[in-house]
């Protein structure tokens, strides 16, 4: 009999230890599972996300335009280059024009993993296709507009917008295919800064401009320091100055500031230690950002970006200077953009048409020949 006893209560405690293991298992298993559905879960959240602002800026605008070439695609492609023109817009109520302030025109390699970038200054010379006469960059997008608007007036399908002109422009100047657009306003360019929690740049010297009648008031102090969105909105667009013509800032000084400013943004982007926090920066910028880039494009962009450095960024130097009511470009800095363009875009210099000099001031002879 106590051997009887004995086994039924190491039998009994076999049992309880068993069903203890089992708990625990069962504990474990739920757990995991809850572990793994929240997991899943915050990515399907976060993808969600992603995908509705990537919906966002990616839907054509009003009176929009499809105009596929069989040069342009709209997958990524991580052999392929895409070339992009940044179209900066004031779009305040108060102002009342659809000339774009500021224009940068840029190739990204996944190849070579560079981007290379070039500033338009806004009174740049140019030939605008189907127009007479010379114009300003910088009122190529409002006549594309304004094409666009009166063929919707008389019910007609649109064959021009603002977009589509400045591409065309651009592609007589800088001799290779602008394929895409990105569009940001102001607010957009102000909350993307904010987002990224400023950027530092160099102020060379005391900027001030006082306009009460569009809300414009520029006071920023020369020396490194911490620009948010505000100031460096300012900071690329001074222009006149309160004090007098003499501190007035050129459209070189302008570029110059904007590329600063963007190598600084490209210097945060790319220290970003997590992807959807650079998603998170295009779902802040949604409200005020449009691209005719497919989503498949931003996400390899996005992807590409983190592996780059911030000497991936190649800042090209136009040469630019005013005279006769124009900017105009040196010959030479011309020639030099053209070519670096072509090649990072493996376009071949003598299959590039449609060309034309229109930013070259007839007394610049140069060495450069005219064809190119």
Request: charged share 30%.
């Given at each position: 009999?106590?051997?009887?006893?004995?086994?039924?209560?190491?039998?009994?405690?076999?049992?309880?230890?068993?069903?203890?293991?089992?708990?625990?298992?069962?504990?474990?298993?739920?757990?995991?599972?809850?572990?793994?559905?929240?997991?899943?879960?915050?990515?399907?959240?976060?993808?969600?996300?992603?995908?509705?602002?990537?919906?966002?800026?990616?839907?054509?605008?009003?009176?929009?335009?499809?105009?596929?070439?069989?040069?342009?695609?709209?997958?990524?492609?991580?052999?392929?280059?895409?070339?992009?023109?940044?179209?900066?817009?004031?779009?305040?109520?108060?102002?009342?024009?659809?000339?774009?302030?500021?224009?940068?025109?840029?190739?990204?390699?996944?190849?070579?993993?560079?981007?290379?970038?070039?500033?338009?200054?806004?009174?740049?010379?140019?030939?605008?296709?189907?127009?007479?006469?010379?114009?300003?960059?910088?009122?190529?997008?409002?006549?594309?507009?304004?094409?666009?608007?009166?063929?919707?007036?008389?019910?007609?399908?649109?064959?021009?917008?603002?977009?589509?002109?400045?591409?065309?422009?651009?592609?007589?100047?800088?001799?290779?295919?602008?394929?895409?657009?990105?569009?940001?306003?102001?607010?957009?360019?102000?909350?993307?800064?904010?987002?990224?929690?400023?950027?530092?740049?160099?102020?060379?010297?005391?900027?001030?401009?006082?306009?009460?009648?569009?809300?414009?008031?520029?006071?920023?102090?020369?020396?490194?320091?911490?620009?948010?969105?505000?100031?460096?909105?300012?900071?690329?667009?001074?222009?006149?100055?309160?004090?007098?013509?003499?501190?007035?800032?050129?459209?070189?000084?302008?570029?110059?500031?904007?590329?600063?400013?963007?190598?600084?943004?490209?210097?945060?982007?790319?220290?970003?230690?997590?992807?959807?926090?650079?998603?998170?920066?295009?779902?802040?910028?949604?409200?005020?950002?449009?691209?005719?880039?497919?989503?498949d494009q931003i996400m390899g962009l996005a992807m590409d970006l983190k592996a780059h450095t911030p000497s991936s960024f190649i800042v090209l130097d136009n040469g630019g200077y005013w005279r006769d009511r124009?900017?105009?470009?040196?010959?030479?800095?011309?020639?030099?953009?053209?070519?670096?363009?072509?090649?990072?875009?493996?376009?071949?210099?003598?299959?590039?048409?449609?060309?034309?000099?229109?930013?070259?001031?007839?007394?610049?002879?140069?060495?450069?020949?005219?064809?190119?």
């Amino acid at each position: 009999m106590p051997d009887k006893e004995a086994r039924d209560r190491l039998s009994k405690s076999t049992q309880r230890k068993l069903v203890r293991r089992k708990n625990v298992r069962s504990i474990i298993l739920i757990v995991s599972l809850l572990l793994f559905l929240s997991i899943c879960g915050t990515a399907g959240a976060i993808m969600w996300n992603v995908n509705h602002t990537l919906n966002k800026i990616t839907e054509p605008t009003p009176g929009g335009i499809d105009t596929p070439k069989s040069d342009v695609y709209t997958a990524f492609q991580n052999d392929k280059p895409i070339s992009f023109v940044i179209l900066g817009r004031d779009t305040r109520p108060e102002t009342g024009t659809m000339n774009t302030d500021a224009m940068i025109v840029a190739v990204a390699n996944p190849t070579t993993k560079k981007v290379t970038m070039v500033s338009i200054p806004r009174d740049t010379r140019v030939e605008i296709p189907g127009y007479s006469g010379y114009h300003k960059i910088n009122a190529v997008y409002a006549k594309g507009e304004v094409n666009r608007r009166k063929a919707e007036r008389n019910g007609e399908v649109p064959t021009e917008t603002g977009e589509t002109l400045v591409k065309k422009t651009l592609r007589g100047v800088l001799g290779v295919p602008i394929e895409h657009y990105i569009s940001i306003d102001f607010e957009g360019f102000r909350s993307v800064i904010d987002k990224l929690g400023g950027v530092e740049v160099d102020v060379d010297r005391k900027l001030y401009y006082n306009d009460p009648t569009d809300g414009t008031y520029i006071d920023l102090n020369p020396g490194l320091q911490v620009l948010n969105g505000d100031q460096a909105l300012d900071y690329v667009r001074h222009r006149e100055d309160s004090r007098g013509v003499k501190y007035y800032s050129s459209d070189y000084d302008r570029n110059r500031r904007q590329q600063e400013v963007i190598k600084a943004i490209a210097d945060k982007l790319t220290s970003l230690d997590e992807l959807p926090k650079l998603f998170k920066l295009l779902e802040v910028a949604s409200e005020h950002l449009q691209t005719d880039l497919s989503k498949d494009q931003i996400m390899g962009l996005a992807m590409d970006l983190k592996a780059h450095t911030p000497s991936s960024f190649i800042v090209l130097d136009n040469g630019g200077y005013w005279r006769d009511r124009y900017t105009y470009w040196d010959r030479e800095k011309l020639l030099t953009v053209r070519t670096t363009l072509q090649r990072e875009m493996n376009v071949r210099s003598d299959h590039a048409l449609e060309l034309n000099n229109s930013p070259i001031h007839a007394s610049d002879k140069g060495t450069a020949s005219t064809n190119q």
